[in-house]
């Protein structure tokens, strides 16, 4: 299957924590943050991502208990490319919405935002005098 056909599927197929969080993490587009869900990036494809803040949002449920150093790789593997991975069980988010939801905050407000994807780069030279 394709990437971006996968990824469709995927976002088709949420979970239900996950489907809470996404309705939760798309209100924060009012403050300045945007998240995407099921995301391709480097072979994988994290359930929620804040690209200009290089922040992943993963959503454990039970299956993830046999999983951890799958988990852990892949977590290494962003990493590298300089994003933070923060894993909230799916319990959590049912019994602790605005908890998790602040927690995510706090990442987001202590990332340094990254300079856009799209748009000309700066102009040579600006601020220099």
Same mark, same amino acid.
């Given at each position: 299957? #394709?990437?971006?056909? +996968? =990824? ?5 197929? &949420? /979970?239900?924590?996950?489907? +809470?969080?996404?309705? =939760?993490?798309? +209100? ?11 995301? #391709? &990036? ?11 803040? +290089?922040?992943?949002?993963? @959503?454990?449920? /039970? ?28 319990? /959590? ?6 908890? @998790?939801?602040?927690?995510?905050? @706090? ?8 300079? #856009?994807?799209?748009? #000309? ?9």
């Amino acid at each position: 299957m #394709p990437v971006v056909a +996968r =990824a469709r599927a995927m976002r088709k197929r &949420m /979970s239900p924590p996950e489907a +809470r969080l996404w309705v =939760a993490l798309r +209100r924060l587009r009012a403050r300045g943050y945007h998240f995407r869900r099921q995301h #391709p &990036m480097f072979g994988f494809y994290p359930d929620f991502v804040c690209l200009d803040r +290089r922040l992943i949002v993963e @959503v454990d449920g /039970s299956g993830h208990d046999v999983r951890v150093e799958q988990d852990r790789r892949r977590d290494a593997a962003f990493a590298q490319q300089g994003f933070t991975t923060l894993r909230y069980a799916a319990t /959590s988010i049912r019994d602790n919405l605005d908890g @998790v939801v602040e927690g995510i905050l @706090v990442q987001l407000e202590a990332a340094a935002p990254t300079r #856009p994807l799209r748009g #000309p780069p700066p102009r040579g030279g600006e601020g220099e005098r």
